[in-house]
């Protein structure tokens, strides 16, 4: 039996799928997902490779502006895919600048146009939303178009969009059901005139002069890809930016970005947003000003919150069935195997404590599951040295502990830190500035010198990182890595220069070829 189909009231199907599951003695699926982004797809994938019976649910919530996606999750509909093609879109609109100066003839002014950008966007994410239900299919996995909710730690039950009640039993069930960004609740007219990252990729008309509220990588990326298209975009944040980042490429980060024609209001947050009754589609943002003890005020097309992520816990009934959360964060709470407080039930990707909020970490943990459910595996997920990329309009991309975190972790007397600030080549003819190309590495003072971090701002940062994320993951060392031959002329093949000493305090600019 795949489901039961039942109009009845959900504790008489309940009762009725425990009644029949006590009889026969087994539930319908071996696994069972909830949440079909990156996380949960994966699993169910790589569960189904070992010939299991498997089903999905997934349901978007629509945002609070209504605007709602298909299968496939934050990474594929709200996150890594159409912001890194809105990057794109900006980094070509600098790259027509630079086409002059190799002798491009560019009739000016050269326009962009977001419904032209957000169309392409828009089409692409369809045609992978439509490529993961094919292959659920191929791979005979059964998807829910549904928001599931437990009754009983093997059982879950929603609702389809027609209103028909539809009640699910497994052995196993893992919770991969990711977070949506956060609203202030403190600020008049958040909800009412704001938007957030659920939204801004999916928006048919540009947003026009934009106020993105929040010091995280989204909100620093968003403003990166606005203000390379052209529109007049401000960042407000009341803290640090990439908080949990090294904070002093942070800071060359968010430099750069001001250079490149973001405007910061730094030490600020907003206490209200109002509509402009004459002109309908202007919002007033009133914010004070912590450095000044001010209030200022200024209009703006559109606010994006960019202030955090919460998990996606509110429906999933998970008291009723004991999976323990954390009360601060309200993550699901899971060991190295990604159990949760009840047998048989897992959790994977965002919705997970202390584990890193990105695609790649929650898909390789949803297949390393599977295969340790299924497959006779014992390998456990490995979260150290985890490789990420910040996409602002300069990249910053790093591996491993940042300066601050192996001072703490070492003490400063027993960390190494190597650094350059270098000119890409393709910046010399282009006439562009290169202040914050910059790169460090951090490694251990004794011994062997082993490399505890690296940290990389420039074109290109997560390709150049991702190769050097191997080395470190393998224990490389200083030594080693001068004697790795750089492939000249690039940008990565500084790192395998890096010879100043931050605590030489000699000039780190690297100069000729
Ligand atoms: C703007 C932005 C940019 C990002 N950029 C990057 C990047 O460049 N690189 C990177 O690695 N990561 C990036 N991320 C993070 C990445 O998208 C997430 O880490 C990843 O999607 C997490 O996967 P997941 O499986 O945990 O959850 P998700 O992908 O969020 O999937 C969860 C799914 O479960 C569904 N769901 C929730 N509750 C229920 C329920 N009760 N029943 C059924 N379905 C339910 C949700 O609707 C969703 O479809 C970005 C995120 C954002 C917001």
């Not at 997934?58 to 594929?76: K, N």
């Not at 998807?143 to 879950?156: C, E, L, M, Q, R």
């Not at 429906?315 to 009723?320: A, D, F, K, P, Q």
């Amino acid at each position: 039996m795949a489901a039961l189909w039942r109009r009845a009231r959900l504790p008489a199907v309940s009762g009725l799928c425990r009644t029949l599951r006590a009889l026969s003695g087994k539930n319908e699926y071996d696994l069972l997902v909830i949440g079909g982004g990156s996380g949960g797809l994966a699993c169910a994938k790589e569960a189904a490779q070992f010939g299991r019976k498997v089903a999905v649910l997934d349901y978007v919530e629509p945002s609070p502006r209504g605007t709602a996606w298909g299968l496939g999750g934050t990474c594929v509909n709200v996150g890594c895919i159409p912001k890194k093609l809105m990057h794109q879109a900006a980094l070509l609109g600098s790259a027509i600048k630079d086409a002059q100066h190799y002798g491009w003839n560019i009739s000016q002014p050269v326009h962009h146009t977001w419904s032209v950008m957000a169309q392409g966007v828009q089409n692409y994410v369809k045609s992978l939303n439509w490529g993961h239900r094919v292959q659920l299919q191929e791979k005979k996995v059964k998807y829910f178009n549904i928001k599931g909710s437990f009754s009983d730690p093997h059982t879950v039950r929603g609702l389809t969009k027609a209103g028909k009640e539809i009640v699910v039993t497994a052995d196993n069930i893992v919770i991969a059901t990711g977070g949506r960004p956060k609203y202030p609740t403190h600020v008049a007219g958040a909800l009412e005139y704001g938007i957030t990252s659920d939204d801004i990729f999916w928006l048919k008309k540009s947003p026009g002069k934009t106020l993105v509220v929040g010091a995280s990588y989204v909100s620093l990326e968003c403003a990166g890809f606005l203000t390379g298209i052209g529109l007049d975009t401000t960042v407000m944040m009341r803290s640090v930016p990439l908080r949990g980042f090294d904070q002093q490429m942070a800071s060359l980060v968010t430099e750069h970005m001001e250079s490149y024609g973001t405007k910061f209001l730094r030490r600020c947050f907003p206490t209200k947003v109002e509509k402009l009754e004459m002109e309908s589609d202007r919002l007033q943002v009133t914010w004070k000003n912590a450095d000044l003890d001010t209030e200022e005020t200024d209009s703006f097309n559109t606010v994006m919150w960019a202030v955090g992520r919460a998990p996606d816990t509110k429906t999933l009934n998970l008291e009723t069935v004991g999976v323990k959360t954390n009360s601060e964060t309200g993550k699901i709470i899971v060991d190295a195997s990604e159990a949760t407080s009840v047998p048989h039930i897992y959790a994977v990707g965002d919705i997970t404590e202390g584990r890193p909020e990105l695609t790649p970490t929650a898909i390789a943990a949803g297949k390393l599951l599977a295969q340790r459910l299924f497959g006779q595996s014992s390998e456990l997920m490995d979260y150290d040295n985890v490789p990420t990329t910040v996409f602002t309009p300069l990249e910053y991309g790093c591996v491993g502990l940042s300066e601050e975190a192996a001072v703490q972790r070492h003490g400063s007397n027993n960390i190494e830190v190597f650094h350059a600030y270098y000119k890409p080549l393709e910046f010399t003819v282009a006439e562009r500035d290169a202040t914050q190309c910059y790169m460090k590495m951090v490694c251990l003072r004794e011994r062997e010198q082993r490399i505890l971090g690296l940290h990389f701002i420039g074109p290109n940062a997560g390709e150049v990182i991702q190769g050097f994320a191997l080395g470190i993951k393998c224990g490389a060392t200083y030594p080693q890595m001068m004697k790795t031959v750089g492939i000249h002329p690039t940008c990565a093949e500084e790192v395998t220069k890096l010879h100043i000493t931050k605590r030489s305090g000699l000039d780190a600019t690297v100069t000729g070829c």
